[in-house]
C-alpha cells in the first residue's frame, strides 16, 4: 500500500511507502555487496524478477531468460503501483489530504553484467539502454492517467540506492511532484514576459555567452554547471531543441547522450573518486499543459556532503564547491585520455 499525503499547513505531499523497507540493501553489507551469483539483476537470474515489461533481445530470443543485453522490469518494491486502492482510514481532524499511492515503478537494468558502472559501458550499450528508457516513457505517456515521469540512477551509498548492479529507474506519477512545479511555474512566468522564448535555451545561451559554467557544448547537447547549484560538481545536460519530456529525445539526441553522459560520470570519478551520486530527468506527460513550456534535461547530482540542520531545517542548501570551479576541474578532466573512453574497472553501483 502506497499513499500520497498532504501536509496541511506546508501544501506539501509526501508519499508513504511501507513496503519499501523491505528492500534488500546491498550497502549495510561488506563493501562489494552481494557477489554476482545471489544478485536478481544478472543474467540467467530472470526468474527472480517480475516479468519483464521491456528488453533488448537477439530475433527469437525468449523473454524472461537469458540472452539479453538491456532489460525493463516492474520493480519488486514499489515507492507507486498500479492500482493502489485508497486507504480504509478515515482522515482525522489534524489529518492532511491523502490520495492513493497509484502509479509506476519500473526498474531498467542496464547490463546483464554484475558490476561495471555506466561510466564504464561502451556508447552503443548506453544506447540501448536510453532507448529502453525513452519507449518505457513513451508508452506510459499514451494514456492520461499520468501527469509527470522521472527517470533516475542512484549510484553509492549516499545516494539512496540499495544495490550493486547498474540500474535505472521509473516513477509515473498521477500528480505533479513540487519540483517539477517550480520548475513549469518559472518557465511559464519567463513565456509570459518573453512570449515565444524558453527559459531553458535562455539560460543556455547566457552561459554559452559566459563560458565560466559550461562543461561541454556539441551540437546536439550542451552541459554546463548551474549558476545557484546545491550540490558540488552538479551537471545539467540540456539538448538545444525544445522539447517537454524524454519521450520526443531524437536519435541524434539518444545517440550524443550516449557518448557524453559516460564521459562526464568519468570525469567525476576523476575529480572526485568513489562519490555517490543521482542522476534525474525529469518529463511532463504530452496531455499537461505545462508539457508546451517545459524542456527536459538531465542533472547529474554528486552527494559529496550531507546536509546539516540549517540545509534541512531552512531549504536552503550550501554548496562549498563553487560551479565555476566545479565547471573547470570537469573541463579538464574531459580532456584526459581516460575520459575519452570507458575503462574495464568496475565498481558499485546501486
Known amino acids: 500500500m502506497s499513499e500520497f499525503r498532504q501536509d496541511p499547513i506546508t501544501g506539501r505531499w509526501a508519499i508513504v511507502a511501507e513496503n519499501r523497507s523491505a528492500r534488500p540493501n546491498e550497502f549495510a553489507a561488506p563493501p562489494s555487496g552481494s557477489p554476482p551469483g545471489e544478485c536478481p539483476f544478472c543474467e540467467g537470474h530472470e526468474s527472480w524478477t517480475p516479468p519483464e515489461v521491456a528488453a533488448d533481445r537477439g530475433p527469437g530470443v525468449p523473454s524472461d531468460g537469458p540472452g539479453w543485453t538491456v532489460r525493463a522490469i516492474p520493480n519488486k518494491f514499489p515507492t507507486l503501483a498500479p492500482g493502489t486502492g485508497s486507504s480504509a482510514e478515515e482522515a482525522g481532524a489534524a489529518d492532511g489530504e491523502r490520495r492513493p499511492g497509484s502509479g509506476v515503478h519500473e526498474v531498467i537494468i542496464v547490463s546483464p553484467r554484475h558490476a561495471p558502472a555506466l561510466a564504464n559501458h561502451p556508447p552503443e550499450q548506453v544506447r540501448r539502454v536510453l532507448r529502453i528508457l525513452r519507449e518505457r516513457l513513451r508508452t506510459h505517456e499514451r494514456g492520461e492517467e499520468f501527469a509527470a515521469l522521472l527517470a533516475f540512477e542512484n549510484s553509492g551509498p549516499e545516494s539512496g540506492g540499495t544495490l550493486f548492479h547498474p ?61 545557484a547549484s546545491e550540490h558540488p560538481f552538479e551537471v545539467r545536460i540540456l539538448p538545444h531543441r525544445h522539447a517537454g519530456s524524454f519521450a520526443e529525445a531524437s536519435a541524434a539526441e539518444v545517440k550524443a547522450l550516449s557518448e557524453l553522459l559516460p564521459a562526464i560520470l568519468r570525469a567525476l570519478r576523476a575529480v572526485a573518486p568513489n562519490a555517490s551520486y543521482n542522476l534525474v530527468t525529469r518529463s511532463f506527460s504530452r ?14 547530482l554528486p552527494r559529496l556532503v550531507r546536509p546539516d540542520g540549517f540545509e534541512m531545517g531552512g531549504g536552503i542548501a550550501v554548496n562549498p564547491v563553487s560551479p565555476e570551479s566545479a565547471a573547470e576541474a570537469l573541463r579538464d578532466a574531459l580532456e584526459r585520455p581516460e575520459a575519452a573512453a570507458p575503462s574495464e574497472t568496475t565498481g558499485p553501483k546501486s
Do not use: K
Open 287 to 300: 496531455h499537461r499543459p505545462e508539457h508546451r513550456e517545459y524542456h527536459w534535461h538531465l542533472d547529474l
Open 167 to 227: 540500474h535505472l529507474q521509473i516513477v509515473a506519477l498521477p500528480q505533479v511532484p513540487p519540483l517539477l512545479q517550480e520548475e513549469a511555474g518559472g518557465l511559464a512566468r519567463f513565456a509570459r514576459e518573453n512570449p515565444g522564448s524558453c527559459g531553458y535555451e535562455w539560460v543556455e545561451a547566457g552561459e554559452r555567452e559566459h563560458r565560466v559554467r559550461v562543461v561541454s557544448d556539441g551540437p546536439e547537447l550542451f552541459a554546463f554547471a548551474p549558476f
